[in-house]
């Protein structure tokens, strides 16, 4: 039998195969013809006409803020990655798979992913919490006795938690990610120098020079339509110029982690206190967020070594192993 796990992300969607490893990282978006389900392009192809379609071409993203917003869409848009894959229908009958689901993730939410394993003709389908796989991928020793603490920053959401094999402990999924910083980021290089930039160009400009760290000077040209005249123009943005946009941020993410550690027993708040906090998902890569959360925190903070891969790395730890994913499976 095949065995995958997928992480359905908001921004990206990732698959790892049994056998070979991480086998797909793509956009989860769609291009589809405006007022029809036509589909033009899917993953990449689509992400890279965000900005520069005209009014005949609508980009979708079947996935936001961790929950399937469109159905249809995201069962073409998976079916295609499996075929990426070499998994067509046939095969997909064969295949087991693990979705990696946010924190807390609700009947309602669950009942969605089954239906789109069923509309992509999938086998066999488990269900697993993002913290738990999150903490497997970073290879992480879990025990009923050795309690962790995991922050997972995706690209719509974040997923905070403390917990250990018996379970949750603590723990939350907040409909905050990466992609909130590249719309404050758009709206501030308008205010600061009358110019309009695209989400792929902020997106482009908070991996470059987004930075926790007040006096980083690091500075990255970006593109654009002036506001005023409406011709092109360019601009030096340097990190200080968005500093604000991502502080905001990550002040947002300590609240909330502040917020599930008052929720801890005694004993549990002592194990953390000695172990620390694991970052991972795309967001962890932000240029000094383990050091300002360290700081505001007043904990250790470690930043996973393949950040934005935890979550699907330990879902196919999961997948590999039955006796794990009998332990960690939400029953369904």
């Known amino acids: 039998m095949i065995k995958l796990a997928i992480d359905l992300g908001s921004s990206v969607t990732k698959i790892f195969k049994i056998g070979s490893g991480i086998v797909l990282a793509e956009p989860s978006c769609v291009a589809v013809a405006t007022g029809t389900s ?4 899917i993953g990449e192809d ?34 295609h990655f499996l075929r990426k894959i070499e998994i067509n229908r046939a095969r997909a009958r064969k295949t087991e798979v693990v979705f990696c689901v946010p924190c807390g993730a609700s009947d309602e939410l669950l009942d969605k992913y089954y239906r789109l394993a069923e509309a992509c003709e999938i086998g066999n389908v488990n ?82 020079v987004g930075s926790l760290y007040v006096n980083d000077d690091e500075k990255f040209v970006v593109n654009g339509r002036d506001i005023t005249s409406g011709r092109p123009r360019s601009v030096a943005v340097s990190s200080s110029d968005i500093y604000d946009c991502v502080k905001l941020f990550a002040d947002k993410i300590a609240e909330y982690t502040s917020m599930v550690l008052t929720k801890l027993p005694a004993e549990v708040s002592a194990s953390i206190w000695r172990c620390g906090i694991y970052l991972s998902g795309g967001g962890a890569q932000m240029i000094g967020l383990d050091d300002y959360l360290s700081k505001a925190l007043q904990l250790d903070v470690m930043v996973a070594e393949e950040p934005q891969m935890a979550t699907v790395l330990g879902g196919g730890a999961a997948i590999g192993s039955e006796d794990l994913l009998e332990t960690i499976r939400i029953d369904y």
């Open 38 to 41: 036509e589909v033009k392009a």
């Open 46 to 79: 689509a992400k890279q006409l965000i900005g520069k379609t005209a009014e005949y071409t609508t980009i979708v993203t079947p996935v936001f803020e961790a929950d399937i917003v469109n159905e249809t869409m995201a069962a073409v848009m998976l079916t």
């Open 127 to 208: 269900f697993s919490e993002v913290p738990f796989l999150s903490a497997f991928g970073q290879g992480l020793t879990l025990s009923e006795t050795n309690p962790v603490f995991v922050v997972d920053i995706g690209g719509g959401n974040t997923n905070i938690a403390a917990f250990s094999l018996d379970g949750i402990i603590a723990g939350i999924a907040i409909n905050i990610g990466g992609g909130n910083i590249d719309s404050q980021i758009i709206d501030r290089i308008a205010e600061s120098y009358n110019l309009k930039i695209g989400l792929l160009t902020s997106e482009k400009l908070k991996m470059t």
